[in-house]
């Protein structure tokens, strides 16, 4: 497959293959930048995370560990992680949670989660 030479749209959904997304996403020009796929359009996002973007990822992870701890639920929190399903969807949710017996079923040393592989992700 040939590298595209197209000056991509960023914050914006555009028409693609899933190909087409996982060269462009897999490109050294991009590891900073958070990319979405879903019904065959991609976007990516390339900005900076301020003060109240990160207060707010704060207070809510904060308040689902606290409900979690509370009510003696397993819970695994996971900030910024890449989930893909092949050829249909992937996204970098800022907070994602694995609960109960999920909690603990990606193993360290996994880079992107699998979704054909691992179970579905809820995003908080």
């Known amino acids: 497959m040939s590298e595209l030479q ?8 555009i028409a693609v293959t899933w190909d087409e997304y996982i ?3 897999e490109n050294t020009a991009y590891e900073k930048a958070k ?15 301020g003060h109240d973007h ?10 689902v560990n606290l409900f979690c701890t509370i009510k ?5 929190g996971l900030t910024n ?4 399903k092949t050829g ?3 996204a970098q949710p800022d907070v994602s949670y694995y609960i109960g017996e999920n909690a603990d079923v990606i193993p360290y040393g996994t880079s992107i989660i699998n979704l054909d592989i691992y179970p579905h992700w809820r995003e908080c």
Do not use: P, S
């Open 88 to 90: 249909f969807n992937e």
């Open 54 to 63: 990160a207060c707010d990822n704060t207070i809510i992870a904060f308040a």
């Open 6 to 13: 197209i000056q991509l749209v960023t914050d914006t959904w």
């Open 23 to 25: 060269q462009i996403i």
């Open 72 to 76: 003696g639920i397993l819970a695994k």
């Open 35 to 49: 990319g979405y796929y879903h019904n065959g359009q991609m976007r990516i996002e390339i900005y900076a995370l």
């Open 81 to 84: 992680c890449t989930y893909r």
